[in-house]
């Protein structure tokens, strides 16, 4: 009874982390359209539980670093409660934190130089975005669960 009950909650775990994964795509997909479709003077009609993004304005809508956070801190929960249910141990829970929170703050400070630099401000913002891109998907947890299996079996052998 109890490794039935382990494995559906990784199914509940890994089945969340899809979902996060493929609306984090559409939302994101979508607001994307409807901007794209603004700057060509064109309509775009939003899917219906998306739908009073079209009453915003332009810059309104283009807040998207605001979605990147909250999506970013969605995949922390997850990965902190998957980490936390597998290990229980506070050390793993802060080094998730810290990962995650690296992430962020590495993103932040690059896009800090891109604005402070001009030349190099696109390069900045498509690394941030690639290190924003990391923060908002399961690799993340995907790298953190063997590694710290590797760290359990270690003590093991010590």
């Known amino acids: 009874m109890q490794q039935t009950r382990k494995y559906l909650i990784w199914i509940a775990i890994v089945f969340a982390l899809v979902f996060l994964s493929f609306y984090r795509d559409y ?6 359209a409807m901007l794209m479709a603004w ?23 283009n807040l998207k670093w605001f979605f990147t956070l909250f999506f970013a801190f969605l995949f922390y929960l997850t990965s902190h409660l998957a980490i936390n249910y597998q290990f229980s141990n506070k050390n793993y829970n802060r080094i998730t934190f810290y990962l995650f929170a690296g992430l962020t703050v590495l993103s932040a400070l690059f896009i800090g130089i891109g604005f402070l630099t001009s030349a190099l401000s ?3 913002y498509e690394f941030a975005r ?5 923060a908002q998907s399961p690799l993340v ?10 760290v359990e079996k270690e003590k093991q052998k010590a």
Request: aromatic share 20%.
């Open 27 to 32: 939302f994101f997909r979508c607001i994307n």
């Open 39 to 61: 700057d060509y003077d064109m309509d775009y009609p939003m899917p219906t539980h998306l739908s009073f993004f079209e009453q915003l304005e332009y810059s309104t809508v």
């Open 141 to 150: 947890l995907m790298v953190l669960i063997p590694a710290f299996m590797l």
């Open 130 to 134: 690639f290190l924003m891109g990391l």
């Open 122 to 124: 696109e390069r900045m």
